[in-house]
């Protein structure tokens, strides 16, 4: 149910340091509002109620721009999933993340979310979220301090939570570039199509000679955080890659998950699943390497 939003004051900083300095003066009680896809409904049924929100879309040193740089590529923090989805820069060398956003159903919310933002909500069902693990993107959040670079699969700590300070903002997905020979395939279950994933996930291979010399596989959906399958990647990793190998991967990547049971699932099917959707990514994903 919907309710009168709770009166709150409302900042359009001009650049990123009078952003960060609202932030910390406004500590816990403030919220960033990018898109407001998920906040302004969270507010709206009283789920939070911020004392303060800071717009970040006045400020001139975030951008919305989708671009190659000399190490890959980059986000800018403003894109929408829409514009990402269409980049044809996207679609031709970073392929996963262009699938994940793809079959995400609803025009509308592709339109005005953002990727950053997406990210940030720190559920473990993004979509988002596996495609960038797979392609080991990195984060960009400044604040008071200056500016980092957050590995992404050291960007959340829980359902609803990640390593960003209270006044910090992300004003940058990177990409780095991916080697030759290097396929990626993402997938999901839902219920119906505008459904959030009861499991879903994204794998990327890099082959050489036959040999698969890098992996990279993420599942979400199954624990707090969406979570990288190492021990399946070890078993592909400097081997041959067949089918058997290939069932051994996702057998290794069923057993690694910690699924709960909620009004979407079971955590049984969940984890039944996982192998399943493990298995068709890396297929998807050894076609595409064009090895």
Known sequence: MFRTLKPFEYLEPKSLEEATGALSKCGTEAKVY?????LVPRMR???????????????????????SNKDGARIGALASLRSIELSALIKERYFVLHEAIASIASIQVKTQGTAVGNLC?????????????????????????GERLIPIDEFYLGVGKTVLGPNEIITEILL??????????????????????????AAELTMEKGVCKEVRIAVGSVAPTVLRMKKAED??????????????????AADAVKPITDIRSTAEYRKDTTKVLVKRVLEKALERTKA
């Open 34 to 38: 990018a898109a407001g896809v998920d």
């Open 45 to 67: 049924k009283r789920i939070i109620a911020p004392k303060c929100i800071v717009n970040l879309q006045r400020i001139d040193e975030m951008d919305d721009v989708i671009a």
């Open 121 to 145: 909500v720190a559920t473990p069902a993004s979509d988002v979220a596996p495609a960038l693990f797979v392609l080991d993107a990195k984060i960009k959040a400044v604040g008071p301090s």
């Open 176 to 201: 780095p570039k991916a080697p030759a020979n290097t396929g990626g395939g993402f997938a999901k279950l839902v219920r119906t199509v505008s459904d959030i994933a009861k499991v879903n996930a």
């Open 235 to 252: 078993v592909l990793r400097g081997n041959k890659i067949d089918q058997n190998l290939i069932e051994k991967a996702a057998s290794a």
